[in-house]
């Protein structure tokens, strides 16, 4: 402001530029009037110093200032209207922008009330000015109103904040039933609060019969708060919820309503699946399937059932089925062969729901209720009738007439009926014919007819008589009353007489001369005629023969000698066996005698197959031929079997006795005369058929059994390929597989049998049929063409027709693409005529490789190959992808993408664009970069600014849809964090999908560009990742691709410009719901069970497949049409896909099981038709694909059951006789071919078990060449057509005991000049119990001219050992020994030669015995060494009253001179010599000569002498037998009396049995001793006289003096008495023989070999009362006599009495026969004399 005067001009300078003057005007810059300056607008370049110039005439003045310019304080990111999510953080901006050099302050108000945010937590103003409120909640709706204060000016903005929740639960929710429409129910309820957010739509949920909750009605319209819920089903209990939704999200659902139950309701479906099978001629079975369970409207309660004649309008028959598990039903007493229609429908509480379909189904064909009309039957001739008949009415056959049956039999013999079967003729009159009838015999005779059940009735029987004939043989023609010149013939009527007798026609002539032929004939009656006139002594032949009205029958002729009565004949001899071949030999013989009448008949016998004398003989042929006959030819021989021949010869008189069977022979080998029968063939798979046959028996194989084996040729009936042959080499092979055939084709083969010389015949031909399959070979030429960016056309030609292996049901196509690890992916293009399809929802410009199969009802063929490769066509891009900003600066950024997952072409390049977030939608900046190019850097931008980014992609086709992202300039970013709120709502889980919803996290102030999902299978999985390339934007994904039934857990990461954030929560594991099984059934077999079920086995399918909790299995079956297949089978009416070929005409049966069933039995079926078998396996949700076809043919099945009661009875030592009974009839599934027998010895199966095999329905056999006295275990099973029966229990037997083998060894020890110890081994097989053994042994040469036997039985098997005590010092001995059980078996033999050996010391010297008071010292000197050093000594004794010595002691050092023995080792009262001798290596050394004889006497007092007790011994014996003498003559007195004994001749004398040999210097004697267990028996034969040794005798319970027991020693002579034990002789009886020369008999003594005794052996001597007894001693002082030959017979076995013979001497003897007791005498015991 300035003042002067005058008024002072002013002007404004800004240092030399003048800004403002009364003069000078610049824009912007105004001078005002009161001189101020006025700077519009101002900018920051006015900022300066102005001076303001006053000049006036008075002079100017100036002042200066400087001017500040502050840039304007202004929001520039206002705060705008936002609606917030309850409880989660609002953000509300309000950016400023001020001048650096002033600061700013911001206020928040809220509705005008300022915002303190240190009164709340939940508030917060950040230094930008934002406002966070977390935790937002109702309370926080209103006006926001930002207020910026500074000395740069001020500003304020308002914005509206809506804070919106998930709407509340409806209230009041009420079910009500619609009482308009039974299946609905209408719900109501009262709108809820909606949450500050409009309500979208309602959810309802409902809960079926407490079933999990399901969504029913999801997008409800939000204004109805009412609605009619329908699609409800009958009879179940239902409750429901509402919830709503609003853009929160789904609110909480209001609480369910009460339980409520739909009315029942009739069944709204029928019955599925109906079969009708008839089962008798009077019945069938309905089979069915339950209706879905969807349509039961209630509990059914079961089945009404009706049925009525097929075709007609008759009333319907009801069954009411009340048991809704019950799903057949046998519908009885209906009409036979008559077609039904028949309707199935169920019923629950509410009513009867509706009948199926009906189906039709014959019952099946009954036996005919009518006989043949107008029969007629008369006799052609004499053995045939001839019938004339017509049908019977055709409504009376009740089936297809299969002819008819011929009936003949006679009066006599109604159950003799002939039968013969005649095919029907549908065409005029039937005739037939019997034949091979009796002559002149009277039948009835009728006609019926018959269908496959069985016969009708018969006609009415007709009476007829055959033709007359002339007559048979008479019978009986015999002679009598033969005389000189006459004889009486006589004769019976003939068997057959064939017509009536009018006469007999006898003739006669010289034999040999017709001239001479007389005859006569003679009345009916006449049945002898006396021939007269003949001439003595001359042979006739005489002739018979009956006659009828038709003439002379056949003659019987027999010739005789007159004069000469017939005899029987003798017995024909010589037989040998000449001209062997296959079927027959020659037998050449010498007749026998032949009885003075020709011979009429020869009947040769044989032996069959196994030769022996226990085997049975059997009639081979029987030839009459001319009495002079020498040879036979035997016909009808079977080839390679062993024979032997015997015969007898037949005259008028009767049969000779048998010949002696003729040599073993085997006739020669043959091809086989029959090929096997009963050949069944079936189909065993695709590619092969299974033949079975009956194998030929053990008779047919005509040749080595070894060599038999089948042959089976086989040929394609179309005779397309070559024939086949293959050959089995196993005779017993009853079935083989052929394998390698082509798929669906029917075959013709035969059978035949071959041995080593050729081949049997051929079978007839049978023709089977291979099983469809899947097709063996591709469609052909195969092309596709890509039509559009998504779809190819594919086309191609079928299967070649051979190729296809049954009926195509349609084509699979896979596609997959190519160098990609994708899914296979399948089109199913139905039928067998379309031969193209269009791919479609193919990616876009995508490499796929496709081929083409063919599948059949058995399963998918071959696909084609190679695959064919099309490219879909081109199209605009997908987006590219990850599109991330790793550099971000203030005013650049970089941004990188990977290129779009579906390109959809081939990319040129690509397109960034970005723009400011608030600038134009449409105002982007555009860069194009190359294909390869991967990244972008944007510059230039704005700092804190927030930008938006586009990529796309370019094809040919053009640019692809963009991805967008923003992404603000700025330095301050972090990692995001993770999402969370990962939930899983659970009516969004599948079975194989499941939707994850989450909240993202922060995003650290850098967009999110994409999310990862990661999933784990429980309970072991490892995290895997699912996706990584999940929108920004997304909260919720779809997981697809999991398995059924599986629990999981998810976590979820996110991904910004800064990297990833860590993995969230992870949820709670979630299952995914049951699916179908995705698996059938594996290793599903079916076997036959009995002849009307079978047997389904099968494994379950993987646990992994299940895809859910199994409920069981169902087995579906249906009847094939045809057995075999030919070209006409290849069309089934319904070529659709498997199930619905199979379902509509198939039984169906459900097995409900747990996964641990693999077996159920399928009954009721019928027989001898095929069935076709499938399995699936189901769960709640539904069924799996179903198992591949099995075949089965029902009708056969092995016996279930094996034979019973099976007995084996022994019949000898190496045969068993097995016995059983057949299988129960109800097991035996078939007829019994025959039986396979298992048998073993009992303790080695393994290595001794055999198998015989009878292939006729015998029930025993013969088990043959069995170890002797072995226990056998043997089991039968029997087997039929089908198969072999289980095998029985084991049943055992043993075979009888025979002759043992021979001892396994025998060896000698302790030689010595006159003993031996010999022992032996028991036999290797002993073939029964062992009872003992007997020894045998002699010189080889005679000793002193006596060879003597001795024969020794030993009684036990525990004793294999013997001690010989009697040889001769250097002679060579033969020793035998044989075991015995039931008799005595093989001999083993073995030589040895008494001592003393070669080169064994020679005799010890001055030999001395001295005696003490306590015992004998034996003294002696070394003698000769021998060959070898001497190693010890050995001592022998014997008692100086005895001959033969004993080893007393043994093992003696060889340095050793003395030995003492103690005196009570030795018999008191007994003198003993001794002797020495050396041992050495060689064995034995020659004997010591012996010492003197010294008694072993103690002294003692007189009562201990031997004789005091000797002579009380006696006294008391003396009274004792006085005593008895006296009672015995007065008992026998007149027994006595009768007995005249001549003076000298009542004493009975033990003596030998003697064969005098005068003339011959040499005596054979031989020994029998028998040894029991319980004695010591000793044998001496020494050379004195047989001198005989008195003793008493005393019978029947009175004490014997001692004695052998029976089984001790005896003798017996092998010439005179076989067995025997003592010789009755009289007293005066004197061995008076002429002498032969003075030696004498050689002593022998026989001993076991045992222990030395408590006392010396002396000593058991002495005590054992066999010893004396069995010791011949010489009388001292009489003189010998001459030695005679005689011989000592073999002991035998103990009889009731003992066997005697009497040598008959010149003074007489009374002869007794072996065996026999003389009469009036008494038993002579073994080894004593008796006398009276």
Same mark, same amino acid.
């Given at each position: 402001e300035?003042?002067?005067?005058?008024?002072?001009?002013?002007?404004w300078?800004?240092?030399?530029q003048?800004l403002?003057?009364?003069?000078?005007r610049i824009?912007?810059?105004i001078l005002?009037?009161s001189g101020?300056?006025?700077?519009?607008?101002?900018s920051?370049?006015?900022?300066?110093n102005y001076?303001?110039?006053?000049?006036?005439?008075?002079?100017d @003045?100036?002042?200066?200032?400087?001017?500040?310019?502050?840039?304007r304080t202004?929001?520039?990111?206002p705060p705008?209207?936002?609606?917030v999510i309850?409880?989660?953080?609002?953000?509300?901006?309000?950016?400023?922008a001020?001048?650096?050099?002033i600061?700013?302050?911001y206020?928040?108000?809220?509705?005008?009330? &300022?915002?303190?945010?240190?009164s709340?937590?939940?508030?917060?103003?950040?230094t930008?000015g934002?406002l966070?409120?977390s935790?937002?909640w109702?309370?926080?709706?209103?006006?926001?109103?930002?207020?910026v204060?500074s =000395?740069?000016?001020?500003?304020?903005?308002v914005?509206?904040?809506?804070v919106?929740?998930?709407?509340?639960?409806p209230q009041?929710?009420?079910?009500t039933l619609?009482?308009s429409?039974?299946?609905?129910?209408i719900?109501?309820?009262?709108?809820? %609060?909606?949450g500050n957010?409009?309500v979208?739509h309602y959810?309802?949920?409902?809960s079926?019969?407490?079933?999990?909750?399901?969504?029913?009605?999801?997008?409800v319209?939000?204004?109805?708060?009412?609605?009619?819920?329908?699609?409800?089903?009958?009879?179940?209990?239902?409750?429901f919820?509402v919830?709503?939704?609003? $853009?929160?999200?789904?609110? $909480?659902?209001?609480?369910?309503?009460?339980?409520?139950?739909?009315?029942?309701?009739?069944?709204?479906?029928?019955p599925?699946?109906?079969?009708?099978?008839?089962?008798?001629n009077?019945?069938?079975?309905?089979?069915?399937q339950?209706?879905?369970?969807?349509?039961?409207?209630? !509990?059914?309660?079961?089945y009404?059932?009706?049925?009525?004649?097929?075709?007609?309008p008759g009333?319907?028959?009801?069954?009411?089925?009340?048991?809704?598990?019950?799903?057949?039903?046998?519908?009885?007493?209906?009409?036979?062969w008559?077609q039904y229609?028949i309707?199935?429908?169920?019923y629950?509480?509410?009513?009867l729901?509706?009948?199926?379909?009906p189906?039709?189904?014959?019952t099946?064909q009954g036996v005919?209720?009518?006989?043949?009309?107008?029969?007629?039957?008369?006799?052609?001739n004499?053995t045939?009738?001839r019938?004339?008949?017509n049908?019977?009415?055709?409504?009376?056959?009740?089936?297809?007439?299969?002819?008819?049956k011929?009936?003949?039999?006679?009066i006599?013999?109604p159950?003799?009926?002939t039968?013969v079967?005649?095919?029907?003729?549908?065409?005029?009159?039937?005739s037939g014919?019997i034949?091979n009838?009796?002559?002149f015999?009277a039948?009835?005779?009728?006609?019926?007819c018959?269908?496959t059940?069985?016969?009708?009735p018969r006609?009415?029987?007709l009476l007829?008589?055959?033709?007359?004939?002339k007559?048979?043989?008479?019978?009986h023609?015999?002679?009598t009353?033969?005389?000189d010149?006459?004889?009486?013939v006589?004769?019976?009527?003939?068997?057959e007489?064939?017509?009536?007798i009018?006469?007999?026609q006898?003739?006669w002539?010289?034999?040999?001369?017709?001239?001479?032929?007389?005859?006569?004939?003679?009345?009916?009656?006449?049945?002898?005629?006396?021939?007269?006139?003949?001439?003595?002594l001359?042979?006739?032949t005489i002739?018979v023969?009956a006659m009828?009205?038709?003439?002379?029958g056949?003659v019987?002729?027999?010739?005789?000698s007159?004069g000469?009565?017939p005899?029987l004949?003798g017995?024909?001899?010589?037989l040998?066996?000449?001209?062997?071949s296959?079927?027959?030999a020659?037998?050449?013989?010498?007749?026998?005698y032949?009885g003075?009448?020709?011979?009429s008949?020869?009947?040769?016998?044989?032996?069959v197959?196994?030769?022996?004398e226990?085997?049975?003989?059997?009639?081979?042929?029987?030839?009459?031929?001319?009495?002079?006959?020498q040879?036979?030819e035997?016909?009808?021989?079977?080839p390679y079997t062993?024979y032997?021949?015997?015969?007898?010869?037949?005259?008028?008189v009767g049969?000779?006795?048998?010949?002696?069977?003729?040599?073993?022979?085997?006739?020669?080998q043959?091809?086989?005369?029959?090929?096997p029968?009963?050949?069944?063939?079936r189909?065993a798979?695709?590619?092969?058929?299974?033949?079975?046959?009956?194998?030929l028996?053990d008779?047919?194989?005509n040749?080595?059994?070894?060599?038999?084996?089948?042959?089976?040729?086989?040929?394609?009936?179309?005779?397309?390929?070559?024939?086949?042959?293959?050959?089995i080499g196993?005779?017993?092979e009853?079935?083989?597989t052929?394998?390698?055939?082509?798929?669906?084709?029917?075959?013709?083969?035969?059978? $035949?049998?071959?041995n080593?010389?050729?081949?049997g015949?051929?079978?007839?031909?049978i023709?089977g049929?291979t099983?469809e399959?899947?097709?063996?070979?591709?469609?052909?030429?195969v092309?596709? +063409?890509?039509?559009?960016?998504t779809?190819?056309?594919?086309?191609?030609?079928?299967?070649?027709e051979?190729?296809?292996?049954?009926?195509?049901?349609g084509?699979?196509?896979?596609?997959?693409e190519k160098?990609?690890?994708?899914?296979?992916?399948?089109q199913v293009?139905?039928?067998?005529h379309?031969?193209?399809?269009?791919?479609?929802?193919?990616?876009?410009?995508?490499l796929?490789?496709?081929q083409?199969?063919a =599948?059949?009802?058995?399963?998918d063929?071959?696909?084609?190959?190679p695959?064919?490769?099309?490219?879909?066509?081109?199209?605009?891009?997908?987006p590219?992808?990850?599109?991330?900003?790793?550099?971000?600066?203030?005013?650049?950024?970089?941004?990188?993408?990977q290129?779009?997952e579906e390109?959809?072409?081939?990319?040129?390049?690509?397109?960034?664009?970005?723009?400011?977030?608030?600038s134009?939608?449409?105002?982007f900046?555009?860069?194009?970069?190359?294909?390869?190019v991967?990244?972008?850097?944007?510059?230039?931008?704005?700092p804190?600014?927030?930008?938006?980014?586009?990529?796309?992609?370019?094809?040919?086709?053009?640019?692809?849809?963009?991805?967008?992202?923003?992404?603000?300039?700025?330095?301050?970013r972090?990692?995001?964090?993770?999402?969370?709120?990962?939930r899983?709502?659970?009516?969004?889980?599948?079975?194989?999908?499941l939707?994850l919803?989450?909240?993202p996290?922060?995003d650290g102030?850098?967009?999110?560009?994409?999310?990862?999902?990661?999933l784990?299978?429980?309970?072991?999985?490892?995290? /895997?990742?699912?996706s990584s390339?999940?929108s920004h934007?997304?909260t919720?994904?779809?997981?697809?691709?999991?398995?059924?039934?599986?629990?999981?857990? @998810?976590?979820?990461?996110?991904?910004?410009?800064?990297g990833?954030?860590? =993995?969230?929560t992870?949820?709670?594991?979630?299952?995914?719901?049951?699916?179908?099984?995705?698996e059938?059934?594996?290793?599903?077999?079916?076997?036959?069970?009995?002849?009307?079920?079978?047997l389904?086995q099968?494994?379950p399918?993987?646990a992994e497949?299940?895809?859910g909790? @199994?409920l069981?299995?169902?087995?579906y %079956?249906r009847? @094939?049409?045809y057995?075999?297949?030919?070209?006409?089978?290849?069309?089934?009416?319904?070529?659709?896909?498997?199930?619905?070929?199979?379902t509509p /005409?198939?039984?169906?049966?459900?097995?409900?099981?747990s996964?641990?069933l693999?077996t159920?039995?399928?009954?009721?079926l019928?027989k001898?038709?095929?069935?076709?078998? &499938?399995m699936?396996?189901y769960?709640?949700?539904?069924?799996?694909?179903a198992s591949?076809?099995?075949?089965? =043919?029902?009708?056969?099945?092995?016996?279930?059951m094996p034979p019973?009661?099976?007995q084996?009875?022994?019949l000898?030592?190496s045969?068993?006789?097995?016995t059983?009974?057949p299988p129960p009839?109800?097991?035996?599934n078939?007829?019994?071919?025959?039986?396979k027998?298992?048998?073993?010895e009992?303790?080695?199966?393994?290595?001794?078990e055999?198998?015989?095999?009878?292939?006729?329905?015998?029930?025993?056999?013969?088990?043959?060449n069995?170890?002797?006295?072995?226990?056998?275990l043997a089991?039968?099973s029997?087997?039929n057509?089908?198969?072999?029966?289980?095998k029985?229990s084991p049943?055992?037997?043993r075979?009888?005991q025979?002759?043992?083998?021979?001892?396994?060894?025998?060896?000698?020890s302790e030689?010595t000049?006159s003993?031996?110890?010999?022992?032996?081994?028991?036999?290797?097989a002993?073939?029964?119990?062992?009872q003992?053994?007997?020894?045998?042994?002699?010189p080889?040469?005679?000793?002193q001219?006596v060879?003597?036997v001795?024969? !020794?039985?030993?009684?036990?098997?525990?004793?294999h050992w013997?001690?010989?005590?009697?040889?001769t010092?250097?002679?060579?001995?033969?020793f035998r020994?044989?075991?015995?059980?039931?008799?005595?078996?093989? +001999?083993?033999q073995?030589?040895?030669?008494?001592?003393?050996a070669?080169?064994?010391?020679?005799?010890p010297?001055?030999?001395?015995?001295?005696?003490t008071?306590?015992g004998?010292?034996?003294?002696?000197t070394?003698?000769?060494?021998g060959?070898?050093?001497?190693t010890g000594?050995?001592?022998?004794?014997?008692?100086?009253?005895?001959?033969l010595?004993?080893?007393?002691?043994?093992?003696i050092?060889r340095?050793?001179?003395?030995?003492?023995?103690g005196?009570?080792?030795?018999?008191q009262g007994?003198s003993?010599?001794?002797? !020495?001798?050396a041992?050495?290596e060689?064995?034995?050394?020659?004997?010591s000569?012996?010492?003197?004889?010294?008694?072993? /006497?103690l002294?003692s007092?007189f009562?201990?002498e031997?004789?005091?007790l000797l002579?009380?011994a006696?006294c008391?014996l003396?009274?004792l037998?006085?005593?008895?003498?006296t009672?015995?003559l007065?008992?026998?007195?007149?027994?006595y009396?009768?007995?005249?004994?001549?003076?000298g001749q009542?004493l009975?004398?033990l003596?030998f049995?003697?064969?005098?040999?005068?003339?011959?210097?040499?005596?054979?004697?031989?020994?029998?001793?028998t040894?029991?267990?319980?004695?010591?028996?000793?044998?001496?034969?020494?050379?004195?006289?047989?001198?005989v040794?008195n003793t %008493?005798?005393k019978?029947?319970g009175?004490r014997s003096?001692p004695r052998?027991s029976?089984?001790?020693?005896h003798y017996?002579?092998?010439?005179?008495?076989?067995?025997?034990?003592?010789v009755v002789?009289?007293?005066?009886?004197?061995?008076?023989?002429?002498?032969?020369?003075?030696?004498e008999?050689e002593a022998t003594?026989?001993?076991?070999?045992?222990?030395?005794?408590?006392?010396s052996?002396?000593?058991?001597?002495?005590?054992?009362?066999?010893?004396?007894n069995?010791?011949?001693?010489?009388?001292k002082g009489?003189?010998?006599?001459?030695?005679y030959r005689?011989e000592e017979?073999v002991?035998?076995?103990?009889e009731?009495? %003992?066997?005697?013979?009497?040598?008959?001497q010149?003074?007489g003897?009374?002869?007794t026969?072996t065996?026999?007791?003389?009469?009036?005498s008494r038993?002579?015991?073994?080894g004593f004399?008796?006398?009276?």
């Open positions: 300035v003042s002067g005067a005058p008024k002072p001009a002013i002007a300078k800004r240092g030399n003048t403002a003057s009364g003069s000078v824009p912007r810059f005002l009037e101020g300056l006025q700077i519009t607008p101002v920051l370049e006015d900022a300066g001076t303001c110039c006053a000049v006036n005439s008075e002079g @003045l100036n002042a200066s200032a400087a001017l500040t310019v502050w840039n202004f929001i520039v990111r705008e209207d936002s609606t309850k409880g989660t953080t609002a953000t509300l901006h309000c950016e400023a001020h001048d650096p050099r600061s700013i302050r206020v928040w108000k809220k509705d005008n009330v &300022v915002i303190n945010p240190s709340s937590s939940r508030i917060a103003i950040e930008d934002t966070i409120i935790q937002t109702s309370g926080d709706i209103g006006d926001y109103t930002c207020e204060t =000395f740069g000016g001020n500003d304020s903005r914005a509206r904040m809506e919106i929740e998930l709407p509340h639960p009041n929710l009420l079910a619609n009482s429409f039974s299946r609905s129910v719900l109501s309820w009262v709108r809820p %609060f909606d957010s409009p979208l959810i309802i949920e409902l079926e019969n407490n079933s999990p909750w399901k969504v029913h009605l999801s997008d319209d939000p204004k109805m708060t009412s609605i009619t819920v329908s699609g409800l089903t009958p009879a179940r209990t239902y409750q919820r919830c709503a939704v609003n $853009q929160v999200g789904k609110g $909480q659902y209001s609480r369910e309503t009460s339980r409520l139950m739909l009315p029942e309701e009739p069944p709204s479906a029928p599925k699946n109906i079969v009708a099978s008839g089962r008798t009077q019945s069938i079975m309905v089979q069915w339950p209706p879905p369970e969807s349509e039961h409207n209630g !509990v059914l309660h079961g009404i059932l009706r049925y009525r004649l097929a075709g007609l009333e319907y028959q009801y069954k009411n089925i009340t048991s809704a598990e019950i799903n057949y039903c046998l519908i009885q007493d209906l009409i036979i008559t229609e309707q199935v429908a169920s629950n509480g509410a009513g729901g509706a009948f199926s379909r189906v039709t189904e014959y099946l005919p209720t009518a006989p043949p009309q107008n029969v007629q039957a008369e006799a052609v004499s045939t009738i019938f004339l008949w049908p019977p009415p055709q409504q009376f056959i009740n089936g297809i007439n299969q002819g008819y011929l009936l003949a039999w006679p006599e013999a159950e003799a009926v039968t079967t005649i095919t029907p003729d549908f065409h005029g009159v039937h014919y034949t009838l009796k002559k015999t039948y009835y005779t009728s006609i019926l018959f269908t059940p069985g016969d009708g006609s009415p029987p007829l008589q055959t033709h007359e004939d007559p048979g043989t008479v019978g023609l015999s002679f009353e033969i005389l010149t006459s004889l009486k006589s004769w019976q009527e003939p068997v007489k064939n017509g009536i009018t006469g007999y006898i003739s002539e010289v034999y040999g001369r017709n001239d001479s032929r007389l005859v006569r004939t003679l009345a009916n009656t006449t049945l002898e005629y006396k021939i007269t006139g003949l001439s003595s001359t042979t006739y002739e023969a009828t009205a038709k003439g002379t056949v019987t002729s027999s010739t005789i007159s000469v009565p005899e004949p017995v024909p001899s010589n040998v066996i000449s001209n062997i296959p079927r027959s020659t037998l050449q013989f010498r007749p026998g032949d003075k009448t020709s011979i008949k020869w009947i040769v016998e044989g032996q197959g196994v030769i022996g226990e085997e049975e003989w059997v009639t081979l042929c029987e030839v009459e031929k001319e009495s002079d006959a040879t036979l035997i016909p009808n021989l079977t062993f032997r021949f015997r015969m007898r010869q037949v005259n008028i049969q000779s006795p048998l010949s002696q069977p003729s040599r073993i022979i085997q006739t020669l043959a091809p086989p005369d029959i090929a029968g009963s050949i069944t063939v189909t798979s695709e590619t092969s058929l299974w033949v079975r046959w009956v194998p028996s008779t047919q194989y040749g080595n059994p070894e060599s038999v084996g089948y042959r089976i040729k086989y040929w394609r009936a179309d005779m397309q390929a070559p024939v086949l042959v293959k050959v196993d005779r017993l009853r079935e083989q052929l394998e390698d055939l082509q798929e669906w084709t029917e075959y013709e083969l035969q059978i $035949q049998a071959f080593a010389i050729g081949a015949p051929w079978s007839e031909v023709r049929c099983r399959s899947v097709p063996s070979a591709p469609p052909e030429n092309s596709a +063409e890509a039509v559009s960016s779809q190819i056309l594919l086309t191609w030609a079928a299967v070649p051979s190729e296809q292996n049954g009926l195509i049901l084509y699979k196509v896979l596609f997959r160098d990609v690890e994708s899914k296979l992916s399948s293009v139905r039928g067998n379309t031969l193209s399809v269009l791919l479609a929802g193919l990616r876009k410009y995508v796929y490789q496709i083409v199969l =599948f059949t009802r058995i399963g063929g071959v696909p084609s190959s695959p064919v490769i099309e490219r879909t066509k081109d199209d605009a891009p997908g590219p992808v990850r599109l991330v900003f790793p550099e971000v600066r203030l005013t650049s950024v970089r941004v990188v993408w290129p779009p390109p959809n072409g081939i990319i040129l390049g690509y397109q960034i664009a970005y723009r400011l977030a608030n134009s939608p449409n105002k900046t555009t860069v194009e970069v190359g294909s390869t991967r990244q972008f850097m944007a510059t230039d931008l704005l804190e600014s927030a930008y938006i980014f586009r990529a796309s992609a370019k094809t040919r086709q053009g640019w692809g849809e963009p991805l967008e992202a923003t992404v603000i300039t700025t330095e301050k972090e990692r995001p964090e993770p999402p969370r709120e990962l899983v709502p659970q009516s969004e889980v599948t079975s194989r999908s939707q919803h989450w909240r996290g922060s102030s850098s967009p999110i560009r994409y999310f990862t999902v990661q784990k299978e429980l309970p072991d999985g490892d995290w /895997q990742t699912y390339s999940i934007e997304a919720s994904c779809l997981i697809d691709r999991l398995n059924p039934f599986t629990s999981y857990k @998810l976590r979820l990461k996110a991904t910004n410009d800064i990833d954030s860590d =993995f969230g992870e949820t709670e594991a979630v299952t995914t719901l049951q699916d179908v099984p995705g059938a059934p594996n290793s599903v077999s079916v076997t036959p069970h009995t002849t009307s079920s079978v389904v099968w494994q399918p993987k497949t299940l895809n909790l @199994l069981g299995y169902r087995i %079956f009847e @094939l049409e057995e075999g297949s030919g070209p006409e089978s290849k069309t089934i009416k319904n070529p659709s896909a498997l199930r619905a070929e199979l /005409q198939s039984s169906f049966k459900t097995v409900n099981s996964s641990l693999t159920y039995e399928l009954t009721q019928k001898y038709k095929r069935y076709e078998v &499938v699936t396996a769960n709640i949700v539904g069924e799996s694909p591949a076809p099995v075949e089965v =043919f029902v009708g056969e099945a092995a016996p279930a019973q009661n099976i084996m009875n022994a000898s030592a045969q068993l006789e097995v059983w009974e009839v109800d097991s035996q078939g007829n019994i071919q025959g039986y027998v298992y048998y073993w009992a303790d080695s199966q393994n290595e001794t055999k198998v015989k095999v009878l292939f006729l329905p015998e029930t025993g056999i013969r088990l043959k069995l170890t002797s006295y072995t226990k056998y089991r039968i029997a087997f057509a089908a198969g072999d029966g289980p029985s049943a055992q037997g075979t009888q025979a002759a043992p083998s021979a001892p396994s060894f025998l060896a000698f030689i000049c003993t031996l110890n010999v022992s032996w081994g028991e036999p290797a002993a073939n029964g119990i062992l003992g053994y007997r020894v045998i042994y002699e080889l040469s005679p000793v001219g060879s003597k001795v024969t !020794v039985d030993i009684k036990g098997n525990w004793q013997l001690k010989i005590r009697d040889l010092k250097g002679i060579t001995y033969l020994v044989q075991a015995r059980t039931i008799t005595y078996g093989p +001999e083993l073995a030589n040895v030669t008494a001592g003393p070669e080169g064994s010391p020679g005799p010297q001055h030999v001395v015995v001295a005696k008071t306590s004998l010292t034996l003294y002696w070394e003698g000769v060494s060959n070898a050093p001497t000594y050995v001592i022998e004794t014997r008692p100086s009253d005895e001959g010595w004993d080893l007393f002691a043994k093992d050092p340095r050793a001179t003395s030995y003492s023995v005196l009570d080792k030795l018999k007994v003993y010599e001794f002797r !020495v001798v041992v050495n060689f064995g034995y050394g020659e004997p000569a012996p010492s003197m004889a010294i008694s072993a /006497q002294d007092p009562y201990e031997w004789w005091f002579v009380i006696l008391i003396i009274f037998l006085l005593v008895v003498f009672l015995l007065y008992s026998q007195t007149k027994k009396k009768n007995c005249s004994l001549e003076p009542g009975c004398l003596s049995c003697r064969r005098l040999s005068p003339g011959k210097n040499v005596s054979h004697t031989e020994e029998s001793v040894l029991d267990n319980g004695g010591f028996t000793a044998l001496e034969l020494n050379s004195r006289h047989l001198h040794k %008493f005798s019978k029947n009175t003096p052998p029976p089984g001790g020693l017996s002579d092998e010439d005179i008495c076989n067995k025997y034990n003592g002789l009289t007293e005066s009886v004197a061995l008076s023989e002429k002498p032969l020369d003075a030696s008999s003594d026989s001993d076991y070999e045992d222990e030395l005794p408590k006392h052996f002396v000593n058991h001597y002495m005590s054992d009362p066999t010893y004396y069995s010791w011949k001693r010489q009388q009489t003189k010998p006599p001459a030695p005689y017979c002991a035998g076995e103990p009731p009495y %003992f066997q005697t013979v009497i040598t008959t010149s003074s003897g009374v002869y026969p065996g026999q007791p003389t009469p009036g038993t002579p015991v073994t004399s008796s006398f009276v």
